[in-house]
């Protein structure tokens, strides 16, 4: 009863106190804002949602590598923000089909089928060319640009060639197939110039707005045909600068209501006096030291926008067109202030001011875009909400240079994406800009590609191999089986590196020291995997599966596995709803097998012919099924599935390499030779004679044959006397090995 009293006074038993972990900071998304010049942490105004405006393509020729550098770039940004960090992202992108330059273009080429639809003859072909000639010469001793002048220099002597085989027939009158076909030469060659000059003498004649359109509507389908070849998502809307002038006269009304814009001869202009010198506005926020730059504000206009008439309409030089009235020769839609046609800038802030609203969490654009472009979209943008916050995050991609160089059609180094394409696959390409800073210069060049390459390769070989070890039969138990240190070490490894790709991909999207990490952790597992088999021993599957799932994942996030994909790259090329590797795996397992069991019934046997076939099975017909077929001493044969293309050139690789090791092993033996061969010649001479034939260095000997006098008569020192005793016994112990070798009946 005492024991009990004593229990019943402690009262009942508690819990203890509980402590929480510390825990630490979780790592913030920052990303590169060109409006700060830092990486500022990314905040969305409306909690998750993101709206994103992103500059599209001016449609008039195809699209290059400077194009894919912006949009696989944006493509990663926009994936990394809605499948990892979870943000609802509504992405918007415009078509500029409305342009000088494609007004331009545009014109030129239907004046220019126009003149091929005419079969001009050989003679009025040559004096239109020879036309044409003077004015492009004249313009081509003012251009100063080295590169452009190269380049026009080339177009010249071009046509000047194709002109020249029609001279003389011309003048004769002469006709006939032969000269047909020279004169088509001679057309495709001047194509350009013809154009240039034909729009200088009827440009202003082409009224109907149906062949402006013409042009931009192909060009943009084969940007859409590119971006998605690429593997470049589609925008949740898309907007075309045709379609929303409505849109456009209404915004550029408000900005001369609210004070910001003139009309001036038809024309409208945005004053950017007014609006740098009022309260709560600021002019060149991106690029300040640019304002007042003529040169990048008169590209920013359009060639067909800059003569001294027009430049006069404006009360500041710096002022930019809204609103352009139209000219002869170009569209026009109507509009308070006359028929025109709208400016550049003002098309991106009235397309994204019409859905996105008076504030947009992201804007994109290249690099280049930043002035006067972009900088003149905050200011109209910004005059016409009454705001100083159109943009939270302006986001701008690195150039992108061709080994080394500006890409230019002037140096011959013009990529247009379907020509990249192929020479290397999107997977291939997408890889090359994740191993790069999306806001950094890209250089696109062999090594560059090399690169990437090598990081497909090892990311690739990783996943067949866990894909082989999967296939392999166990046990359901067999299936978790003990961890040890090795294991244990490779987990935690696992686990600090998805904690290193996090902590890059908040910084700024750092894609590059992800690959870094990714590549990393293969590396790790690879190890693994090799002191597993070299122990003989089955290495942890679940593990391996993992961390093989966890990089597919990332991969499937950034764009670079286009279909859905459990592990690794999909077997059966983008674009195929058919996965061939559950389907014909099972086959080549059987395969597998039956021909490892021949093998080794051959070798038992000793019928090698049966093993040059089972190694031609392997080498020659699989590959070009898209099969590789690995044996190990020991050890089962691995098999993988592969592009067909990969196995090709892996095993034209291989041939060469054979060649060059048969080649190099063909060159030693003939200097073994030809050094055997200098060897006998000089064992063949004796020691008396060796010096006589040196006879512009001595002109006495000894009876031995030593020379005793140099070619002056002077005789020679005696440091000069030892050191040719020297040679002279070498050379008479080499003579004795070789009358040795005779009399054995050793020489050759």
Same mark, same amino acid.
């Given at each position: 009863m005492a024991g009990s009293s004593a229990e019943h006074g402690r009262g009942r038993r508690t819990q203890p106190p509980w402590s929480p972990p510390a825990g630490s900071e979780p790592c913030q998304l920052r990303l590169y804002n060109s409006l700060t010049r830092r990486k500022d942490v990314f905040v969305p105004q409306d909690w998750r949602r993101v709206t994103w405006y992103c500059c599209g393509p001016t449609v008039y020729d195809a699209s290059h590598m400077g194009h894919a550098r912006s949009y696989i770039s944006f493509d990663i940004l926009r994936r990394v923000l809605r499948d990892y960090f979870k943000f609802d992202v509504f992405y918007c992108m415009n078509i500029t089909d409305i342009d000088d330059k494609i007004i331009k273009r545009a014109r030129q080429n239907y004046l220019f089928e126009q003149y091929r639809e005419k079969q001009p003859q050989a003679a009025q072909l040559l004096e239109d060319v020879h036309a044409a000639l003077q004015p492009f010469s004249a313009k081509l001793r003012e251009i100063s640009d080295p590169d452009k002048r190269q380049m026009l220099e080339r177009l010249e002597r071009a046509v000047r060639l194709a002109a020249e085989p029609l001279e003389e027939p011309a003048r004769r009158g002469l006709a006939g197939e032969e000269l047909d076909g020279r004169v088509q030469v001679l057309l495709e060659e001047a194509k350009d110039l013809l154009s240039d000059w034909l729009d200088s003498m009827h440009g202003s004649e082409v009224s109907d707005n149906s062949i402006f359109s013409k042009l931009p509507k192909f060009w943009e389908a084969e940007f859409h045909k590119d971006?998605?070849?690429?593997?470049?998502?589609?925008?949740?809307?898309?907007?075309?600068?045709?379609?929303?002038?409505?849109?456009?006269?209404?915004?550029?009304?408000?900005?001369?209501?609210?004070?910001? @814009?003139? $009309?001036?001869? @038809?024309?409208?202009?945005?004053?950017?006096?007014?609006?740098?010198?009022?309260?709560?506005?600021?002019?060149?926020?991106?690029?300040?030291? %640019?304002?007042?730059? &003529?040169?990048?504000? &008169?590209?920013?206009?359009?060639?067909?926008?800059?003569?001294? #008439?027009?430049l006069s309409e404006k009360r500041s030089p710096s002022d930019f067109a809204l609103w352009k009235a139209s000219k002869p020769g170009e569209p026009s839609w109507p509009c308070p202030w006359g028929k025109g046609r709208p400016g550049w800038h003002i098309e991106c802030s009235a397309m994204a001011g019409t859905l996105l609203g008076a504030s947009v969490d992201l804007h994109g654009g290249g690099f280049d875009l930043r002035f006067p472009h972009h900088d003149n979209e905050l200011a109209q943008s910004e005059a016409y909400f009454e705001n100083d916050c159109w943009v939270r995050y302006f986001l701008h991609t690195g150039h992108l240079t061709i080994a080394g160089c500006k890409m230019s059609?002037?140096?011959?180094?013009? +990529?247009?994406?379907?020509? /990249?394409?192929?020479?290397?696959? %999107?997977? &291939?390409?997408?890889?090359?800009?994740?191993? *790069?800073?999306?806001?950094?210069?890209?250089?696109?060049?062999?090594?560059?590609?090399?690169?990437?390459?090598?990081?497909?390769?090892?990311?690739?070989?990783?996943?067949?191999?866990?894909?082989?070890?999967?296939?392999?039969?166990? #046990?359901? /138990?067999?299936?978790?089986?003990?961890?040890?240190?090795?294991?244990?070490?490779?987990?935690?490894?696992?686990?600090?590196?998805? /904690?290193?790709?996090?902590?890059?991909?908040?910084?700024?999207?750092?894609?590059?020291?992800?690959?870094?990490?990714?590549?990393?952790?293969? @590396?790790?597992?690879?190890?693994?995997? %090799?002191?597993?088999?070299?122990?003989?021993?089955?290495?942890?599957?679940?593990?391996?599966?993992? +961390?093989?799932?966890?990089?597919?994942?990332?991969? &499937?996030?950034?764009?670079? +596995?286009?279909e859905?994909?459990?592990?690794?790259?999909?077997?059966?090329?983008? @674009?195929?709803?058919?996965?061939?590797?559950?389907?014909?795996?099972?086959?080549?397992?059987?395969?597998?097998?039956?021909?490892?069991?021949?093998?080794?019934?051959?070798? #038992? *046997?000793? $019928?090698? #012919?049966?093993?040059?076939?089972?190694? %031609?099975?392997?080498?020659?017909v699989l590959p070009e099924l898209g099969v590789r077929f690995e044996d190990h001493e020991g050890l089962p044969t691995v098999v993988k599935l592969v592009d067909r293309d990969t196995l090709l050139r892996e095993r034209e690789e291989k041939k060469r390499a054979e060649e060059e090791k048969r080649r190099k092993k063909e060159e030693a033996a003939r200097k073994r030779q030809e050094q055997e061969a200098a060897r006998l010649a000089k064992m063949k001479v004796p020691p008396s004679e060796m010096f006589l034939s040196e006879s512009d260095k001595y002109s006495k000997f000894d009876e031995n044959g030593l020379p005793t006098h140099d070619t002056a008569g002077k005789e020679l020192s005696k440091g000069q006397a030892k050191k040719l005793k020297k040679l002279f016994e070498a050379q008479e112990k080499l003579h004795k090995e070789y009358l040795q070798l005779v009399q054995n009946g050793s020489v050759p």
């Open positions: 971006m998605e070849a690429l593997n470049v998502l589609p925008p949740d809307v898309l907007t075309r600068v045709s379609e929303y002038v409505p849109e456009i006269v209404d915004f550029v009304q408000k900005i001369v209501d609210n004070g910001y @814009g003139y $009309v001036s001869n @038809g024309s409208v202009y945005f004053d950017t006096v007014k609006f740098a010198n009022s309260e709560g506005h600021c002019y060149g926020k991106l690029v300040p030291a %640019a304002v007042g730059d &003529q040169k990048a504000l &008169q590209e920013g206009e359009g060639d067909l926008s800059v003569s001294a #008439e027009r059609k002037s140096l011959k180094n013009f +990529i247009t994406i379907k020509d /990249a394409l192929k020479k290397h696959s %999107a997977r &291939q390409l997408r890889l090359a800009f994740l191993m *790069h800073s999306w806001k950094d210069a890209l250089d696109y060049s062999a090594n560059t590609m090399e690169s990437a390459l090598q990081c497909e390769k090892l990311l690739n070989e990783f996943f067949l191999n866990v894909k082989d070890l999967l296939r392999a039969p166990v #046990e359901v /138990a067999g299936q978790f089986e003990k961890w040890e240190d090795k294991e244990m070490e490779l987990n935690e490894s696992f686990y600090d590196k998805k /904690a290193a790709v996090h902590e890059a991909l908040c910084d700024n999207v750092d894609t590059r020291t992800v690959l870094e990490e990714m590549r990393a952790l293969v @590396g790790q597992c690879n190890l693994y995997m %090799a002191a597993r088999k070299a122990a003989r021993r089955r290495p942890n599957c679940a593990l391996l599966e993992s +961390i093989a799932r966890y990089l597919t994942h990332m991969l &499937q996030i950034f764009g670079v +596995i286009e859905e994909s459990s592990l690794g790259f999909p077997i059966g090329g983008p @674009g195929t709803s058919l996965n061939l590797e559950p389907t014909v795996m099972p086959y080549l397992q059987v395969l597998s097998e039956f021909r490892e069991g021949v093998r080794r019934v051959a070798r #038992e *046997h000793g $019928v090698p #012919e049966v093993l040059q076939l089972s190694d %031609a099975l392997r080498d020659d």
